[in-house]
């Protein structure tokens, strides 16, 4: 059951924080160590017969590619966000990188947006958009949209993505929520 406050007859709490996770992105991690695998693998034990620079490709390729699924799986598994006083801060998976923190003087107003999908950012993880901004995603789902006073926007995919909107919106500054 999702939460609807209202912030003309709540309280937040002085530090709000939320999340949102993915799990289906763990199916990946195995891929991930396969190609690692077999990268350590072609390196230790080849019979290899053409020459020195493919095996090195084949081995630097295959490690490379392996790190980057597990580095993208451990890093978009899942998302923080912490909003208190003086500005929002959004942390994403296990070692809190990629991380952005917004000062709330720098945001202009947030909207609840319903469905925010990797589709339509071009996959999960840090992405930006020239046409709509910058975004977290990290599943399908409800989202937060900071529209910021430089003209920038900044998308969140988190659960309890409504009263996120409220809490930021009850801390933005007084000339922020008139033109909100």
């Known amino acids: 059951m999702r939460d609807h406050l209202h912030p003309e007859n709540s309280s937040h709490p002085e530090v709000w924080t939320g999340r949102a996770t993915n799990r289906m992105q763990w199916l990946l991690a195995p891929a991930g160590a396969a190609c690692m695998a077999l990268g350590i693998e072609l390196a230790v034990d080849s019979a290899w017969t053409s020459g020195v620079a493919p095996l090195v490709m084949s081995v630097v ?104 909107v409220h809490v930021i919106r009850d801390r933005l500054h007084p000339s922020a929520r008139g033109k909100a």
């Open 61 to 164: 390729g295959c490690i490379a590619a392996g790190l980057l699924v597990l580095f993208g799986t451990l890093a978009f598994v899942h998302v923080a966000v912490r909003v208190d006083n003086e500005s929002l801060e959004v942390r994403c998976g296990h070692i809190g990188l990629p991380r952005r923190r917004i000062p709330l003087a720098h945001v202009a107003g947030a909207e609840f947006a319903p469905h925010v999908t990797p589709r339509h950012w071009g996959g999960w993880g840090y992405r930006w958009r020239p046409e709509k901004g910058t975004a977290v995603v990290v599943r399908r789902g409800e989202g937060v949209v900071l529209r910021l006073w430089d003209g920038h926007t900044f998308t969140i995919t988190i659960d309890n993505a409504e009263t996120a």
